[in-house]
């Protein structure tokens, strides 16, 4: 039998900024496979390339060279539409902040992205529902984003990011924001969640000890992807 095709799989991929005079050369051939159920930790220095990886990982920036590709399939070829789509179902973004919408309670927030989908109201909330007791917040799922901790809030974003039920989960620092016991709670549920639902997810972190959970820990260095212990 052969072995599956990574979920998400960045080839040699390059990414250039012009800035003011300066060539910066951010991104040199960078590789890196993620296969289903695997947590891998970005660990690199401030303005070392994380977020431009992720966005290009997330089919949010094209690269200057290279490719991605998502379950064995090249998308930097495809239609704008069809990135789009595969951005909508199979791909979960986190951030350093929440970005929930703060007009809506938690439980809406996570239906959102379902509606979007196609799902009826009744659906996406059963489904948001779950999701969010299954995070610990079933006595949250009324409160509005003010109305919740940073932990909390972290949490809620991480129910909206796998609404959809993607194949990859990507999170840009998500516990930046945290204080150090909050930070290792919502972790945990991040890592719970990747081992539970078969993702396959990569993780920006300067947190050491959190990297030391996941799968994999990788950095970048003179804008390759390389593997540390
Ligand atoms: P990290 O997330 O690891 O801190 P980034 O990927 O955000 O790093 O940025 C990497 C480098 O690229 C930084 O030096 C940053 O200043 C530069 N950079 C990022 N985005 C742009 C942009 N849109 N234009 C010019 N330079 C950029
Ligand atoms: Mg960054």
């Known amino acids: 039998m052969s072995e ?26 960078a590789d890196l496979a993620v296969w289903m159920g695997q947590s891998v930790a970005l660990i690199a220095p401030s303005g070392a390339g994380k977020s431009t990886l992720l966005h290009i990982a997330g089919l949010l920036e094209h ?9 064995g399939v090249a998308t930097s070829t495809l239609p704008d539409t069809e990135r789009t789509q595969i951005r909508r179902t199979d791909i979960g973004f986190v951030y350093q902040s929440h970005h929930l919408l703060p007009e809506f309670s938690a439980v809406e927030n996570v239906m ?35 109305e919740l901790s940073g932990g909390e809030q972290q949490r809620v974003a991480i129910a909206r990011a796998v609404a959809n039920a993607p194949r990859i ?57 390389i593997e540390v212990d």
Not at 123 to 138: C, D, F, M, P, V
């Open 112 to 146: 959102l992205p379902q509606m979007i989908r196609g799902l009826t109201r009744g659906e996406a909330r059963n489904r948001s529902i779950e999701l969010l007791t299954y995070l610990g917040l079933k006595a949250r799922l009324t409160h509005r984003p003010a």
């Open 63 to 71: 690269p200057d060279g290279g490719e991605v590709y998502i379950d």
């Open 4 to 29: 599956p095709n990574p979920v998400i799989f960045l080839h040699s991929v390059e990414r250039r900024y012009h800035q003011g005079d300066a060539d910066l050369h951010i991104l040199k051939g």
């Open 169 to 225: 989960l990507l999170a840009d620092e998500p516990t930046g924001n945290l204080d150090p016991h909050t930070a290792d709670r919502v972790f945990d549920t991040l890592r719970q969640l990747v081992r539970a639902s078969g993702l396959a997810a990569i993780v920006a972190t300067h947190n050491l000890d959190l990297a030391q959970r996941m799968d994999r820990r990788v950095t970048i260095r003179e804008g390759a992807i």
